[in-house]
């Protein structure tokens, strides 16, 4: 759950930080920016913010904003029906993010990941995108991601997005944000 006042205010800190990679978007589209807590409660950890472009039954474009250190937890895009499941392109506009993936563990990983978490976090497999960088990948893959010290602004480009389908390693997650007044 998220307070009325937290979400209007990562709302505006989203529209900063889109602005300063150069990324403008309408009013319209400000006034639909996801913020996503995942019902962990925790946004300055975990969570992510989105503006969602696009979603149709081929294609999906959303920009994805990172808060300093927030992390996207781990979670897979698994199959639906006949559709294998989420193929999906990285792209980092601005600051640094840090993409877990499977694979043979990083040593010494960038992420810094809080100890009440970690128990859900299974590959560390490191890969740093910098602007300008991407990274594709493949349906129902494992993933996570981290924004560096000054947090990330990442595009997205993918098959269609089915959120609501999305398995989290931790079973806390919940993928709809619920606002609550202020007490």
Not at 49 to 70: G, I
Request: aromatic share 8%; glycine share 6%; charged share 25%.
């Amino acid at each position: 759950m998220i307070t009325h006042a937290k979400f209007e205010r990562a709302q505006r800190s989203t529209k900063e930080m889109l602005e300063r990679a150069g990324i403008i978007i309408t009013p319209q589209e400000t006034s639909r920016i996801e913020v996503a807590d995942l019902g962990l409660g925790d946004l300055e950890h975990i969570g992510v913010e989105l503006v969602v472009y696009v979603n149709t039954e081929r294609v999906c474009a959303k920009e994805l904003v990172l808060f300093p250190r927030q992390i996207c937890p781990e979670h897979r895009h698994p199959p639906v029906g006949n559709d294998p499941g989420k193929e999906e392109t990285f792209r980092c506009r601005r600051g640094i993010v840090y993409l877990y993936v499977p694979g043979n563990p990083t040593s010494a990983p960038k992420a810094i990941v809080p100890l009440k978490y970690v128990r859900n976090f299974t590959v560390w497999h490191e890969v740093i995108l910098q602007p300008g960088d991407q990274y594709t990948l493949p349906p129902n893959t494992l993933h996570w991601f981290q924004g560096g010290d000054d947090g990330a602004v990442v595009s997205e480009f993918s098959t269609r997005s089915r959120d609501e389908n999305d398995i989290f390693t931790d079973s806390k997650i919940k993928r709809e944000t619920v606002i609550v007044d202020e007490n």
